[in-house]
């Protein structure tokens, strides 16, 4: 059973319609009703606000990071363990092939079902895990194979345990060596890009997010609770944070916006994945044309560069 948000009610009842009116056979009415539904996906998506994407962005049906390593990656295989402590759930890697392009993939996933969610700790990771995938980035490094990071989660596991581990730690040794990674790096938000569990895995030499996507320092729910003490400031605080692709797009912090199916990944997982695939390949030939001293040159300009404002 699909899964419809408060703003999509009117699509809910038309596509309802369209089911009952292909039982009954009349294809006119189906003709009509799918004109109609057309035309009331294109009303609904282009006037959303940034709480609604918010919304999107978090939607259960939104495809996560191994929907798109199983639509993208053939002859894959998985990478597990930080070589420390632990296999860390919340983060998948795998080895293996996006068309003919050899590559690492590593993940965020957050996980489908209660038992699921529970195993992949609702996306967030621990310090193994962002351990886990240093060790998958220097794999990827060594044998000179292109990265495409997925970033997916609300954020970094603040449990006690992660504490004792060096969460912070863990988070400030990917941001160094990933910075300074001798391989092409694309980082893609494909759902929510929270704070420094986001940041862990998103440096590289370019950082897209999904036209549903949002990326920020803190939650608009965290940050309601800090600023006004009130959840119900979730939307204004939503709107001041500018969370969203064009937001950061315009203050460049991002390079590109996918362009997910305007109905959104939640409704067509297959127009996205090939959205992201193409995506990703496109850049790392972009990137290839570079020398290795040009490309550590760009890297550091875009880094240095962000926050910067006059």
Known sequence: MATYLDFEENIKKIEDDIIVAKTKADEYAVTILEKKLEEEVKKTYSNLSDFQKLKLARHPDRPYALDYIRGLMTDSYEIHGDRHLADDQAIVCYLGYIGDQKCVVIGEQKGRGVKNKIKRNFGMPNPEGYRK????????????????????????????????????????RNLFELSDLKTIVISVVIGEGGSGGALAISVGDKLAMMRYSVYSVISPEGCASILWKDQAMVETATNALKITPSDLQEFNLIDDVINEPLIGGHRNKEEAVSALGSYFLDKVNEVKQLSPDERYEVRYEKLMSLGSFS
């Open 133 to 172: 995938a240093l060790r998958a980035a220097k794999l990827a490094e060594k044998f000179e194979l292109p990265i495409l990071f997925l970033v997916d989660t609300p954020g970094a596991y603040p449990g006690i345990g992660a504490e004792e581990r060096s969460q912070s730690e863990a988070i400030a």
